[in-house]
C-alpha cells in the first residue's frame, strides 16, 4: 500500500510492495477518446464551483480533466444568456469539458449538436448522478437511469451527435439498495459508444453521507472492459486516489468536494499519478501563507470570469471556510472575511494573518462540503412500478431540467 506524507503538503507516494492488487498509477495516462490526459484526474462538476475561474486555479496546480458546471441542454438549445457565459472557456483551458444534464433524446441531441458544431467542447460528460430532490421527483438525474430506454435514448443521441468529440457518463449506484441501475447503465453507455464511465459509489438515497462503496466501482471494473471505468467518491487526498485505484482496479479518480478549498490536490495527485516524468512543480508546503495566496488567486480569477469586483468578491465568500480549515484563523477574522467586496478588502484581511503558520496536520484533512443524512429519494408516482417510461409522462421530464449540483 501506498505511503505518503500529509496530503496537504502534497507529497509524492512512496511505493511498497504488500501484496495488495499490483498497479502503478503512476505510469497511467488516460485515454478518453482521442485524449490523452497525463494525469487519470478529473474534476468533478459542482454547481457554483467549477466555473471557469475555479478550473484554471485547478488546472495551475495540476493536470488531468477539468469539467464545467453541469449545463442543462434544455437552456443551452435555447441559448440563455447565463448558460452560453458557462459554456465559454478561457483561451487556457485545453481540453475543453462540459457536462450535459437532460431528460429529452432529442433535445439531449440538439445540444451536443451545437457545442460540435460551434466548436465549444473537446469533451462532453452526461450526468445521470444528481441526487437533489427538485431533480429526481421529476425523474432527473439520479432517478433517470431506471428508465432503461430512456436512458438508453439519451446516451444513444449524445454519441450520434457528438462525432469525434468523446463522450462520457457520471451516474450513481442507482436509487437505493433496492433499486441500483449502474451495471445495467453502464453495459448500455459502453454498447453506445461512451468513451469512459465514471461512478459515484453512493445511491442517490445516500446523497453525500456515510462513506461511498469503493467496492462497486470494483465490481464496475470487472463488468465493463472496452473503455475506463472512473471512481468517484471520498477522494480527501493523493493517498486516498491511490488506494482507491489499487484497491478498485479503476482507470481514474473523479475528485469533487476533495478540492474545495484546496485545488492544489491537483498538483498532488499529478505527481502522484502523472508519471514518472512529470513535471508539475515541488511538493506544496501549504503555510497559511501558502493558502492566502491560493485564496487570493481565486479571488481574481472570479472577478476575471464574472468580470464584476463585487460580484467575484461575493462569490469566494462561500469559499472561506474551505480554505482556512483547520488552520489559526479566528471567528472575527473568518465572518470578515465572508463579507468582502473588494479585492483590496481581502489584502488587508490577509495582510493581518500569521502567513508562517505552519500547515494544522490532521485539522484540515478529511471531509469537506455538504454531507448530509440518507433520505427516501423524491420520485414521481409510480416511478418504481416499471422500468418502461409511459409516452405521456415524457413531457413532465422537462421539469426536472434545473440548475443543480452535478451529483
Not at 478550473?55 to 477539468?66: D, K, S
Not at 448530509?372 to 414521481?380: I, Q, S, V, Y
Given at each position: 500500500?501506498?505511503?505518503?506524507?500529509?496530503?496537504?503538503?502534497?507529497?509524492?507516494?512512496?511505493?511498497?510492495?504488500?501484496?495488495?492488487?499490483?498497479?502503478?498509477?503512476?505510469?497511467?495516462?488516460?485515454?478518453?477518446?482521442?485524449?490523452?490526459?497525463?494525469?487519470?484526474?478529473?474534476?468533478?462538476?459542482?454547481?457554483?464551483?467549477?466555473?471557469?475561474?475555479?478550473?484554471?486555479?485547478?488546472?495551475?496546480?495540476?493536470?488531468?480533466?477539468?469539467?464545467?458546471?453541469?449545463?442543462?441542454?434544455?437552456?443551452?438549445?435555447?441559448?440563455?444568456?447565463?448558460?452560453?457565459?458557462?459554456?465559454?472557456?478561457?483561451?487556457?483551458?485545453?481540453?475543453?469539458?462540459?457536462?450535459?444534464?437532460?431528460?429529452?433524446?432529442?433535445?439531449?441531441?440538439?445540444?451536443?449538436?451545437?457545442?460540435?458544431?460551434?466548436?465549444?467542447?473537446?469533451?462532453?460528460?452526461?450526468?445521470?448522478?444528481?441526487?437533489?430532490?427538485?431533480?429526481?421527483?421529476?425523474?432527473?438525474?439520479?432517478?433517470?437511469?431506471?428508465?432503461?430506454?430512456?436512458?438508453?435514448?439519451?446516451?444513444?443521441?449524445?454519441?450520434?451527435?457528438?462525432?469525434?468529440?468523446?463522450v462520457t457518463v457520471k451516474m450513481r449506484k442507482g436509487i437505493d439498495d433496492d433499486h441500483l441501475t449502474y451495471l445495467d447503465a453502464a453495459r448500455t453507455a459502453e454498447r453506445a459508444g461512451v468513451s469512459a464511465i465514471a461512478l459515484h459509489a453512493r445511491t442517490a438515497a445516500e446523497f453525500y453521507s456515510g462513506s461511498a462503496d469503493w467496492s462497486a466501482i470494483?465490481?464496475?471494473?470487472?463488468?465493463?472492459?472496452?473503455?475506463?471505468?472512473?471512481?468517484?467518491?471520498?477522494?480527501?487526498?493523493?493517498?486516498?486516489?491511490?488506494?482507491?485505484?489499487?484497491?478498485?482496479?479503476?482507470?481514474?479518480?473523479?475528485?469533487?468536494?476533495?478540492?474545495?478549498?484546496?485545488?492544489?490536490?491537483?498538483?498532488?495527485?499529478?505527481?502522484?499519478?502523472?508519471?514518472?516524468?512529470?513535471?508539475?512543480?515541488?511538493?506544496?508546503?501549504?503555510?497559511?501563507?501558502?493558502?492566502?495566496?491560493?485564496?487570493?488567486?481565486?479571488?481574481?480569477?472570479?472577478?476575471?470570469?464574472?468580470?464584476?469586483?463585487?460580484?467575484?468578491?461575493?462569490?469566494?465568500?462561500?469559499?472561506?471556510?474551505?480554505?482556512?480549515?483547520?488552520?489559526?484563523?479566528?471567528?472575527?477574522?473568518?465572518?470578515?472575511?465572508?463579507?468582502?467586496?473588494?479585492?483590496?478588502?481581502?489584502?488587508?484581511?490577509?495582510?493581518?494573518?500569521?502567513?508562517?503558520?505552519?500547515?494544522?496536520?490532521?485539522?484540515?484533512?478529511?471531509?469537506?462540503?455538504?454531507?448530509?443524512?440518507?433520505?427516501?429519494?423524491?420520485?414521481?408516482?409510480?416511478?418504481?412500478?416499471?422500468?418502461?417510461?409511459?409516452?405521456?409522462?415524457?413531457?413532465?421530464?422537462?421539469?426536472?431540467?434545473?440548475?443543480?449540483?452535478?451529483?
Amino acid at each position: 500500500m501506498p505511503s505518503v506524507g500529509a496530503a496537504g503538503r502534497g507529497r509524492v507516494a512512496v511505493w511498497e510492495n504488500v501484496g495488495v492488487t499490483t498497479i502503478a498509477p503512476a505510469t497511467r495516462p488516460l485515454q478518453i477518446g482521442a485524449l490523452t490526459l497525463d494525469a487519470p484526474v478529473v474534476l468533478a462538476p459542482m454547481a457554483g464551483i467549477t466555473n471557469t475561474a475555479f478550473r484554471r486555479l485547478c488546472r495551475e496546480y495540476g493536470a488531468g480533466l477539468y469539467i464545467s458546471e453541469m449545463i442543462t441542454t434544455r437552456a443551452l438549445v435555447e441559448r440563455n444568456a447565463t448558460t452560453m457565459r458557462l459554456i465559454t472557456h478561457h483561451e487556457s483551458e485545453t481540453p475543453r469539458s462540459i457536462q450535459l444534464y437532460g431528460v429529452d433524446p432529442a433535445t439531449v441531441g440538439a445540444a451536443v449538436k451545437l457545442l460540435v458544431d460551434e466548436d465549444r467542447a473537446d469533451h462532453i460528460d452526461m450526468n445521470f448522478g444528481c441526487p437533489v430532490p427538485k431533480v429526481t421527483r421529476k425523474g432527473g438525474g439520479a432517478a433517470l437511469p431506471w428508465k432503461k430506454d430512456l436512458f438508453a435514448d439519451i446516451v444513444t443521441q449524445a454519441v450520434r451527435n457528438a462525432g469525434d468529440v468523446p463522450v462520457t457518463v457520471k451516474m450513481r449506484k442507482g436509487i437505493d439498495d433496492d433499486h441500483l441501475t449502474y451495471l445495467d447503465a453502464a453495459r448500455t453507455a459502453e454498447r453506445a459508444g461512451v468513451s469512459a464511465i465514471a461512478l459515484h459509489a453512493r445511491t442517490a438515497a445516500e446523497f453525500y453521507s456515510g462513506s461511498a462503496d469503493w467496492s462497486a466501482i470494483a465490481r464496475l471494473k470487472d463488468e465493463i472492459r472496452s473503455v475506463p471505468v472512473l471512481g468517484n467518491g471520498d477522494i480527501w487526498s493523493a493517498d486516498d486516489a491511490v488506494r482507491m485505484m489499487a484497491e478498485t482496479g479503476c482507470d481514474g479518480v473523479v475528485v469533487g468536494r476533495g478540492c474545495l478549498g484546496r485545488p492544489w490536490l491537483f498538483g498532488d495527485l499529478a505527481r502522484t499519478l502523472g508519471g514518472e516524468d512529470a513535471a508539475y512543480g515541488e511538493p506544496v508546503d501549504a503555510t497559511l501563507g501558502f493558502v492566502a495566496r491560493a485564496f487570493r488567486r481565486h479571488a481574481e480569477l472570479l472577478v476575471e470570469f464574472f468580470e464584476d469586483e463585487d460580484r467575484g468578491c461575493r462569490d469566494i465568500r462561500k469559499h472561506v471556510a474551505w480554505y482556512f480549515k483547520g488552520y489559526p484563523v479566528g471567528g472575527e477574522l473568518r465572518a470578515q472575511l465572508a463579507t468582502v467586496s473588494s479585492l483590496d478588502e481581502i489584502d488587508a484581511l490577509l495582510a493581518t494573518l500569521d502567513l508562517d503558520a505552519p500547515y494544522p496536520g490532521a485539522a484540515a484533512e478529511g471531509q469537506r462540503g455538504r454531507a448530509g443524512t440518507p433520505k427516501r429519494p423524491a420520485l414521481p408516482d409510480g416511478w418504481l412500478d416499471s422500468r418502461e417510461i409511459p409516452a405521456d409522462e415524457s413531457c413532465a421530464l422537462a421539469d426536472a431540467e434545473l440548475e443543480h449540483s452535478g451529483g
